[in-house]
């Protein structure tokens, strides 16, 4: 299992890498969009069968293609226009963060996924998949960053809570999560951002975590800035469990371990990324925030 593990990773990340460093910018929305009709369509089978799901992924599959063919051919620029893309982009990461904020709580608290749940599947997806792509152009450190904090998260969440886990988190949804282990995720989150912040060079800033604490000690009392900093750190450390707990729940409806056999020894693509859906419009929004509050790069 382990070798599987570690030979699938490898060829993930062989593939990956050159799309993320390639010079036509094209490159990394196409390939990275292979990977979200992935899991949509694990989404959408593990699913009762409707007429609806059909549409939904066709929907999403236009979607994508039309992001695809806007986006610009140079790294760093798009050829449908700034505004526009800003626009799209923060309406879509809005538009996912309510539903991680008021719908997907809603449907954990009374195990009901019956909000149309294949047009949710193309929500999220598309919100965290415009997210990845607002990253990309923002910068490499950037995206790289943001993952960073998820997987650092739940690699923390599951050795603290097979270490010391007593208490169960979320028992009827996701017997396995302990509340001991979301503690430990939060505490390595913020121990490594502080160690990086404390500890990198100085042209680390673009990691987003340092970037954001440098602007807020910049802005407010330092006291203040500390506390907004770890609270929003906590914030999405929190959104990424939630996005764990949301995929167990489809899972546990539809029966299954796993998403799919796709990644031999990871499951599925959505078991490797449920995590992150969450979170990365999240990310959009808080460096947008900045922004709108006059607080440069």
Request: aromatic share 10%.
């Amino acid at each position: 299992m382990l070798l599987r593990r570690v030979i699938t990773a490898l060829a993930l990340l062989a593939l990956m890498l050159p799309a993320l460093l390639a010079e036509r910018a094209v490159v990394w929305p196409a390939v990275s969009f292979v990977f979200v009709l992935l899991a949509a369509w694990e989404w959408v089978r593990m699913l009762k069968p409707a007429r609806a799901n059909l549409a939904a992924l066709s929907a999403l599959a236009f979607f994508g293609l039309g992001v695809i063919l806007a986006v610009g051919r140079e790294p760093g620029h798009v050829s449908v226009g700034q505004a526009l893309w800003s626009a799209l982009v923060l309406a879509g990461c809005a538009l996912g963060c309510l539903f991680w904020g008021l719908v997907a709580p809603w449907q954990l608290r009374t195990l009901r996924n019956n909000f149309v749940p294949a047009w949710s599947a193309v929500l999220v997806l598309a919100s965290a998949w415009l997210a990845v792509l607002q990253l990309r152009l923002l910068g490499l450190w950037e995206l790289l960053s943001g993952l960073a904090l998820v997987w650092v998260a739940d690699v923390a969440a599951y050795f603290v809570g097979r270490r010391f886990g007593r208490n169960k988190l979320a028992p009827r949804i996701s017997p396995g999560k302990t509340r001991e282990g979301a503690f430990g995720a939060g505490f390595a989150v913020v121990a490594l951002s502080l160690a990086v912040y404390g500890f990198a060079p100085p042209h680390w800033p673009t990691v987003l975590p340092v970037r954001w604490l440098a602007e807020l000690s910049a802005t407010i009392p330092a006291g203040l800035a500390w506390l907004t900093w770890i609270a929003m750190l906590l914030m999405l450390v929190g959104l990424s469990i939630l996005g764990d707990l949301y995929e167990s729940m489809i899972k546990r409806e539809a029966g299954v371990k796993d998403s799919s056999g796709l990644l031999p020894g990871h499951g599925g693509v959505l078991d490797r990324i449920d995590a992150l859906l969450p979170v990365l419009p999240a990310l959009v929004l808080v460096d947008a925030w900045f922004g709108w509050l006059g607080i440069s790069r």
